[in-house]
């Protein structure tokens, strides 16, 4: 199957999330292998992790929300024909675009002032800005996905329907 430019698009920020899950899992790991059996610690871990954490938060905001896969409250949905749960779907959709929009605006300040002020790290003096600016463009990823899935919820609602594979092995 080939897959258009806004579905690699789409797979590529999936990969993304996938690999800060795997960055944060090696960076905890790392850190306790260290500190249990060496009594050593990694300069810098604790900031690290937070920000790290704070980056796969933001990129997994764009996996979660193109496929829908964030927690849901399905009662009127499920009530509703289908005319009603696309309407409800295309509803929340577009709530959901406005909320992550105006953070993605937050967080774009809070990446400006962060470097303005030259917030560092506690032990290697590292700015922390970039790992905010990293966070900030998973926020503008999940902005573009949102906005896609709005649009195929609206003019292509066939392209958003689940894989019959992936649903029977749900």
């Given at each position: 199957?080939?897959?258009?430019p806004?579905d690699r ?7 993304a ?15 306790v ?5 060496f ?15 704070g ?13 829908g896969?964030h927690?849901?409250?399905d009662?009127?949905?499920a ?24 953070q ?11 470097r303005?002020?030259h917030?560092?790290t ?10 905010f600016?990293?966070?900030?463009a998973?926020?503008v990823?999940a ?10 919820l ?17």
């Amino acid at each position: 199957m080939t897959l258009n430019p806004m579905d690699r698009f789409i797979d590529g920020i999936e990969f993304a999330a996938a690999a800060f899950i795997g960055i944060v899992a090696v960076d905890i790991f790392v850190s306790v292998l260290l500190r249990y059996l060496f009594s050593a610690s990694i300069p810098d871990s604790y900031d690290f992790g937070r920000l790290l954490l704070g980056i796969l938060i933001f990129w997994g905001i764009a996996a979660t929300s193109y496929r829908g896969g964030h927690i849901t409250v399905d009662l009127v949905w499920a009530a509703a024909g289908p005319r009603g749960k696309r309407a409800i779907d295309v509803f929340a959709t577009l709530v959901l675009l406005f909320v992550v929009t105006v953070q993605t605006a937050m967080l774009f300040d809070k990446v400006r002032t962060t470097r303005a002020d030259h917030v560092l790290t506690y032990d290697l003096h590292l700015p922390t800005w970039p790992f905010f600016a990293v966070a900030w463009a998973g926020d503008v990823s999940a902005v573009i996905l949102i906005a896609v899935r709005t649009y195929r919820l609206i003019f292509h609602p066939e392209k958003l329907a689940p894989d019959p594979i992936a649903k029977a092995l749900e």
